[in-house]
Structures are given as structure tokens and as C-alpha cells.
């Protein structure tokens, strides 16, 4: 299975070079995960936040050490790829933008507090406004509850509201919650999908919302 393109680093967006507003991600992290992509694309995706990643990696390290958002070995690719597959451009990004390390195991993540979600969320309304998608995807529980708190909501059952596109009135876009590509082998078949129709679904409803897709079967 081929890799989709690997972001350029001069796309990154740097909001804030030295954020410290969170002592403890400040602390773990090793570089903040900035967004990048295309300035005007339609569709934005929205991460959680970076994992510990590998800094061994060749290319695909993570956006704890690459800074770049969404490019992990396995969650980075595996968004990219159906993004590619269904032939739309997109600017990723997370809801928070540094590693939030477990205290009992440094190498793994903890789920970020929802002070760090807050103090995170300025700069994700930064870039929804600067982007100006037609559609903010949110892949996760956290993504999504973190784009729906700048209208003031909230999402109760997060699995039923995957693929079902809402209003985003803070930053006049369409808001479509995704499963996090980490947790897609595990959700998929209880959602009723396969990976193909997955993917066929995920490019109906781009299209629905006025995204110009072009699926390639591939993924």
C-alpha cells in the first residue's frame, strides 16, 4: 500500500512558536504539531492531538517531532489515504496541538483535560477562519466535542453522531465527525460499514455538503 504525500514543512501554520499555555503538554511534548496543507481547502481535518510518535521514523515520525499535524506512521498515513481516495485536498490540524503524555507511561497518551481542549481551541478557530472550509472534519470523540464548543455544544454518543453533518455556526462550515483512523478497525463493522463502503460513505456525504470529490478506489 503506497504512502500519500508527505506534507512540506514551509506549509505549516505557526501560530505561536513558544506556546507554554499548558504547562504539562509544554513539558511532554517534543515540538508542537502545527497544521498544514492547502490555505484554501475545502475540507479541514482535526485530530485529537499528536501521539508520542517515532522518532526513529524515516519520514513518517509523527507530529511530535515532524510538527506537522496527522503525520504518524499509522494514524497520519491512514487519513491522508482516504482523503486522497476520495479525492480531496485537505488541511490537517488537531484540537490540541502538543503530545499529552500518561504520567504512568511517558510514551503513551493520556486524553487531553478539557483546560487543554480550551486553551488549544483559539488556535483551531484561527484556522477555520483563515481556511474557510466548506466542511470541518473532526476525526474522534475529542475533535468533535472541541469544533462543537465554539458554538457553545456538546455531543452525547459520540458513535451516533459519526458521518451525520451538523451546522457549525461559530466559523460557517459544515461539521462532519470521522472515527479516529486508530480506532476505524475497531468501530467500522459495528457501525454497519466496511472499509470500502466506509470510504464511499465518507465521500457521499463531502459531496452532500458541496466538497468537490473525486473517489479513485483506492484507500
Given amino acids: 500500500m503506497n504512502d500519500p504525500p508527505f506534507p512540506d514543512s514551509d506549509d505549516r501554520t505557526v501560530l505561536e512558536p513558544a506556546c507554554a499555555r499548558c504547562p504539562a503538554l509544554a513539558e511532554s511534548r517534543t515540538r508542537i504539531s502545527w497544521g ?16 508520542a510518535g517515532d522518532p526513529d521514523a524515516d519520514r513518517w515520525a509523527g507530529g511530535n517531532h515532524t510538527g506537522l499535524a496527522y503525520t504518524s506512521r499509522h494514524s497520519g498515513r491512514a487519513i491522508r489515504r482516504l482523503f486522497e481516495a476520495v479525492g480531496v ?3 490537517y490540524t488537531n484540537a490540541v496541538k502538543c503530545f499529552p503524555a500518561d504520567p504512568e507511561d511517558p510514551t503513551t497518551n493520556r486524553e487531553p483535560t478539557s483546560e487543554e ?13 483563515e481556511v474557510d472550509p466548506r466542511v470541518a472534519v473532526a476525526t474522534g470523540k475529542h475533535a468533535t466535542r472541541s469544533v462543537l464548543a465554539l458554538d457553545g455544544e456538546d455531543v452525547e454518543g459520540f458513535l451516533d ?9 461559530a466559523v460557517d462550515a459544515t461539521l462532519l465527525p470521522l472515527l ?4 476505524q478497525a475497531v468501530w467500522l463493522s459495528r457501525l454497519g460499514y466496511d472499509r470500502d463502503g466506509y470510504r464511499e460513505a465518507v465521500a457521499a456525504r463531502l459531496a452532500d455538503c458541496g466538497v468537490d470529490v473525486d473517489p479513485t478506489g483506492r484507500a
Avoid at 36 to 51: C, L, M, Q
Avoid at 117 to 129: D, F, M
Avoid at 180 to 183: D, E, L
Fill in 117 to 129: 481542549l480550551a486553551n488549544c481551541r483559539p488556535y483551531l478557530e484561527t484556522e477555520l477562519r
Fill in 36 to 51: 498544514n496543507g492547502p490555505p484554501e481547502a475545502e475540507v479541514v481535518v482535526i485530530g485529537e492531538a499528536p501521539g
Fill in 89 to 91: 485536498e485537505a488541511y
Fill in 180 to 183: 479516529h483512523p486508530s480506532y
Fill in 161 to 169: 453522531a459519526v458521518l451525520e453533518p451538523r451546522r457549525l455556526e
